[in-house]
């Protein structure tokens, strides 16, 4: 079974432009998280769903930031307009309640830089 | 909110000896799911060791096994006959039962001197 699967791997954007991040779950999977991950503040959780349904967005930074998950297999994280400061590599994770591990599956994650 | 703390931003230990990385937690929760995961450069996470909280006995998989002391909220990873290829970033994480958030503390880089 293939991975978590993010696109792009890198990003590189002027700032103000907008930014859009993929990912593919694994199939099955019914809990897909998103993470940022920075020197400075480590691997934030930025929001996670829970069968497509947002279950908590706290840690979404500010509003430039939005995420949706059409379906059971596609999610987006959109930044617009996009800041210096959002340089990053972003993480998308998911994991199947159910299997009773609570091990999250990574993908391989998207370096964002914004100039 | 529960909260994950490594001690040790950086770690070195000698190929073939044997190093124990920290991990402390902070919850109210008597049921939870604690992990190791591995991050090397290539930057993929991946699991290297599970323990449920429900568990007394410590998790062990192969070189990695680990020390949880639930009352202390400690949880230490312990990783004998080093190698090369365990140079990489390990992480500690809590996560909540029923499935919920994974909290992730920040991070300890371990060094393999040959």
């Known amino acids: 079974d293939a991975g978590v699967i993010q696109s792009p791997r890198h990003e590189v954007t002027e700032m103000g432009q907008e930014v859009t991040l993929r990912c593919k779950p694994i199939s099955g999977h019914d809990y897909l998280f998103w993470y940022r991950q920075t020197m400075m503040r480590g691997l934030e959780l930025l929001i996670y769903?829970?069968?497509?349904?947002?279950?908590?967005d706290s840690g979404m930074p500010e509003d430039r930031f939005s995420a949706k998950m059409p379906n059971a297999s596609f999610s987006t994280l959109k930044i617009q307009p996009s800041e210096p400061r959002d340089s990053a590599v972003y993480f998308c994770?998911?994991?199947?309640?159910?299997?009773?591990?609570?091990?999250?599956?990574f993908g391989e994650g998207s370096r964002l830089t914004v100039l | 909110a529960q909260t994950v703390t490594q001690s040790q931003p950086e770690m070195s230990v000698q190929e073939a000896e044997t190093v124990t990385l920290s991990c402390t937690y902070d919850t109210s929760e008597s049921d939870y799911y604690l992990f190791w995961y591995k991050q090397p450069p290539s930057r993929q996470m991946i699991l290297v060791i599970r323990q449920e909280a429900y568990k007394q006995q410590n998790a062990t998989e192969n070189r990695f096994s680990v020390n949880f002391q639930k009352a202390a909220k400690s949880f230490s990873l312990k990783i004998s006959d080093s190698q090369l290829g365990d140079a990489a970033m390990y992480f500690c994480?809590?996560?909540?039962?029923?499935?919920?958030?994974?909290?992730f503390g920040d991070g300890t880089t371990l060094t393999v001197k040959p």
């Open positions: 994770a998911s994991s199947r309640q159910g299997l009773n591990t609570g091990e999250l599956f």
């Open positions: 769903f829970n069968n497509n349904v947002p279950i908590d």
């Open positions: 994480a809590y996560r909540t039962l029923p499935a919920g958030k994974s909290t």
